[in-house]
């Protein structure tokens, strides 16, 4: 009795074991499925956050091109005065590059987005109270300053709270987004333009610049992992230079510099093209160049999507080749609907190489120096934008303003031929 007492509560053991092992099994499965749900909610929640400060902060970006012909007319300016106009804030974006870059390896993403929008609402209201042309350089400044102090963080955020397998197409939607932010600024212009004047396209957009710097100042953007490192590390503000300089970075950065160049060349100068060269109306002119980024609102998902699936090498291959037949058949067509359309095709092939320049950075710097990564990585375009104006302005004067398209034409192919050479 005795024997078969202690084998009933051998099997009883066992029995209850087995189930105690099994319900803990499974609230183990569950409280796993739980914890991962949360984390596709946060990551995707910090992303629709970062697209958002990320379409607010470019409304502004790309006004100043737009109005190009406008203050033309309204200041009697050369198209030289009009290049510096250009130039001048992106020198001031180039001085910012590098220390945006270290402060956003060290501090938390959110406090640098938020005084990146806190930037572009003052630009805005001193550029509606604007009346000489020192006001406008100030505040275009301020509007190229405000981009600058933005970037490194939310990217190196955004590349960050993305899963690795998800990278480039969340990073397609955080350019989507900026585009979408930079096609709002010229549409504004050319609704306002001929009824409340251009000056009012600041104004609209101050206040909800303003709301969303202030949300964004308390929310928790900045992930743990980062934090975490800063503190233990404790890391002088220099060191991440010595991680992030490789020979392949910089012949990245000299490729990005040849696609900087050419794509300023024609931004800075399409709307004079379009009104002086084309007889468009200013107004009409400026909703085109708007129309450009928002028609091409899915080009940096679709970019995102040809990088993951061929290979940025590839995918840069296709995109530069449409960009390169869409500017000669712009400026060899004769009947100027085609050669809008043209522009516009352009527009959204330039949006699709947005992503899969941000995945490379984030392929060839290590982790912890990402943010000044960032920061050189815009360096580029920050130079081609002081530089390109000036010789272009230079160029139009001598040979007409269609010079724009053989100029970036032939700087596009400079940098098909470099991209064979990058091996990432």
Not at 295 to 322: A, C, E, M, Q
């Amino acid at each position: 009795m005795g024997w078969r007492n202690w084998r009933e509560d051998s099997n009883f053991s066992t029995t209850f074991y087995s189930y105690s092992k099994n319900f803990k099994d499974n609230i183990t499965k569950r409280l796993k499925y739980a914890f991962a749900r949360e984390n596709v909610v946060t990551w995707k929640f910090k992303l629709v956050i970062l697209c958002i400060t990320h379409i607010l902060l470019h409304v502004y970006t790309n006004t100043p091109f737009t109005l190009i012909p406008i203050l033309m007319d309204e200041y009697s300016l050369t198209m030289f005065q009009l290049s510096l106009l250009v130039s001048v804030p992106r020198g001031i974006q180039l001085l910012l590059s590098i220390p945006s870059g270290l402060l956003a390896d060290k501090f938390s993403a959110e406090k640098l987005i938020s005084l990146s929008l806190f930037l572009s609402a003052i630009a805005g209201l001193l550029l509606f109270t604007s009346s000489s042309i020192w006001s406008l350089i100030i505040g275009f400044a301020l509007i190229a300053a405000s981009s600058t102090i933005y970037h490194p963080p939310a990217l190196s955020a955004t590349s960050e709270v993305i899963p690795e397998d998800y990278r480039s197409r969340g990073m397609g939607f955080h350019g989507a987004s900026g585009s979408f932010g930079i096609s709002l600024g010229p549409i504004t212009i050319g609704l306002v333009l001929n009824s409340l004047g251009w000056r009012y396209t600041y104004v609209i957009w101050t206040l909800p610049i303003l709301i969303v710097a202030i949300i964004t100042l308390f929310l928790k953007i900045d992930w743990e992992k980062r934090e975490g490192r800063i503190k233990e590390e404790e890391k002088k503000f220099t060191a991440p230079l010595r991680h992030v300089l490789s020979l392949t970075f910089i012949a990245f950065l000299l490729f990005i510099s040849m696609r900087s160049a050419a794509g300023s060349s024609i931004s800075t100068f399409i709307t004079t093209y379009l009104t002086k060269g084309r007889g468009i109306d200013p107004s009409i002119a400026s909703i085109i160049f708007g129309l450009s980024p928002l028609i091409g609102l899915g080009g940096p998902i679709i970019g995102g999507w040809l990088g993951d699936k061929l290979g940025w090498k590839r995918t840069f291959i296709i995109i530069f080749s449409i960009m390169i037949t869409s500017l000669t058949l712009l400026v060899i067509s004769p009947i100027v609907l085609l050669s809008v359309i043209f522009y516009l095709l352009y527009g959204i092939s330039s949006t699709m190489t947005m992503p899969i320049s941000s995945t490379l950075v984030a392929l060839v710097t290590p982790e912890e120096a990402r943010g000044t990564a960032y920061s050189i990585y815009f360096i580029p375009t920050s130079v081609a934008g002081i530089i390109m104006p000036i010789i272009a302005s230079l160029l139009v004067d001598l040979y007409g303003i269609w010079i724009i398209f053989p100029i970036a034409i032939i700087l596009y192919l400079s940098a098909l031929t470099l991209i064979k050479v990058i091996k990432v």
